[in-house]
């Protein structure tokens, strides 16, 4: 499983290119696959997932040959979906119609935002409206989240 971490300013270039930097590049393993699925998520927001990590979570949904509502939608999902095959200094083209899904038709700075198994891509100005609101309560953030590691039964250190 790939371990994304930090923020990372890009440019989208005027061939809808983008680059994958290199601190990205490392946390992925190479079990995970060298490509990316580039998907819509939930916020309207393009994330980024390594193929053969997408393979995999993909086929681990439940499957059945007679129709279902919520393969229906689920239908939506991988119809969007596209596969990016990065050049060698790690840039993909984004397609046209999937920037304009996620309103960055007419964004060039971006923020790669490393979200554990998988990479967004946030308009600069909105990434940093975020964090800024985020922060006010990212010390009460921290202390929940060790509420419940104790909740959970789980150690964690106290400084």
């Keep these: 499983m790939p371990f994304y971490t930090g923020e990372h300013e890009q440019t989208i270039g005027a061939k809808r290119r983008l680059a ?5 590049r490392e946390e992925q393993r190479s079990d995970d696959g060298e490509q990316y699925y580039l998907i819509l998520g939930p916020d309207k927001r393009l994330w980024l997932y390594p193929d053969e990590y ?7 949904m439940k499957r059945s040959l007679l129709p279902s509502r919520q393969v229906a939608k689920m ?9 990016l095959k990065p050049d060698a200094q ?11 899904r996620a309103n960055l038709d007419a964004v060039q700075n971006v923020t790669l935002v490393g ?3 998988h990479i967004e891509i946030w308009p600069t100005s909105q990434w940093e409206a975020y964090v800024g609101d985020a922060l006010g309560s990212y010390e009460d953030m921290l202390y929940e989240a060790a509420d ?3 909740a ?5 250190d106290e400084n």
């Design 115 to 117: 979200k554990g198994d």
């Design 152 to 156: 959970e039964g789980r150690p964690h």
């Design 75 to 83: 239908s939506m999902f991988f119809a969007m979906a596209r596969l």
């Design 20 to 24: 994958i930097n290199s601190a990205l």
């Design 90 to 100: 790690g840039r993909v083209v984004l397609p046209e119609k999937s920037l304009q």
């Design 148 to 150: 419940r590691l104790d």
């Design 54 to 60: 997408y393979r995999r979570l993909a086929s681990s």
